[in-house]
């Protein structure tokens, strides 16, 4: 803090700022945190915030910004609640458990300035800072056999001599009624050109189930969508009634 201090521009608060809180500066995420907290300096230095105000204030913003990354769900009013709580902590006398550090104008000047940084942009820190999540689908029917080469396999190998004969028997008998069939060439032409009714029962299912399952990422893509829109107008409302509360108080 006592080099944020003597720092007089912006280049120097950067270095000192990545040097304490940023890993690494080349990283696109890293940029951003960096800019969040020298933003913050500059807010402490127009309020004219001493050195333990300042440590303290971006211990809390690094505190809210965490808690906010750790799920990549919408937890707008948590992090306003947690962000509120902190707040109280360092502004009522009351040891060991908080400390009059800041005063009621400065808590109001600091959620104004909350509000209006990170939470205006608080779908944009979500969308950084959170991981990607994918759904991956497995779909698995009745009545369709899998794959079945291994079976065969291991079906020979178990065969007994006995089983073998018996075997050797069948293919004897379906070999007499393939010569059988050759002289009726009239009926060999018939089952040719029918067609396999297990192919054609497989793809009939396979296009019902893919239509059901477009229709269905249609539909859950509509309702993201709607849920997206509403959580903005939620955040949005919560703002306003936030910023009307702060002038009234004024």
Do not use: W
Not at 9 to 25: F, G, N, W
Not at 76 to 101: G, M, N
Not at 168 to 190: A, F, N, Y
């Amino acid at each position: 803090m006592e080099e944020i201090e003597k720092s007089k521009s912006t280049q120097d608060i950067e270095r000192i700022l990545c040097r304490a809180l940023v890993a690494d500066e080349s990283q696109p995420k890293q940029r951003v945190l960096l800019e969040l907290y020298t933003n913050l300096v500059r807010f402490c230095r127009e309020q004219n915030f001493n050195r333990e105000q300042t440590s303290v204030l971006i211990s809390i913003i690094k505190n809210v910004h965490q808690f906010n990354t750790e799920t990549s769900l919408n937890n707008t009013d948590d992090c306003l609640t947690y962000c509120s709580e902190l707040l109280i902590c360092h502004s009522v006398r009351r040891p060991p458990f908080s400390i009059d550090l800041f005063n009621s104008e400065q808590v109001t000047h600091i959620l104004y300035y909350f509000i209006n940084t990170y939470m205006r942009h608080y779908f944009l820190y979500k969308y950084i800072f959170t991981p990607e999540v994918q759904l991956d689908i497995s779909l698995s029917y009745t009545g369709i056999p899998e794959d079945t080469d291994i079976e065969p396999t291991a079906k020979s190998q178990s065969e007994s001599p006995a089983d073998e004969e018996r075997e050797t028997e069948r293919e004897t008998e379906m070999d007499g009624e393939v010569q059988q069939s050759s002289e009726l060439p009239e009926m060999k032409t018939t089952e040719i050109k029918s067609p396999n009714p297990g192919l054609s029962s497989k793809s009939d299912l396979r296009t019902i189930v893919e239509k059901e399952v477009r229709n269905e990422v249609m539909r859950l893509s509509a309702q993201l969508q709607q849920e997206l829109k509403n959580s903005a107008d939620q955040l949005n409302n919560a703002i306003s009634q936030l910023e009307t509360n702060i002038q009234v108080k004024k």
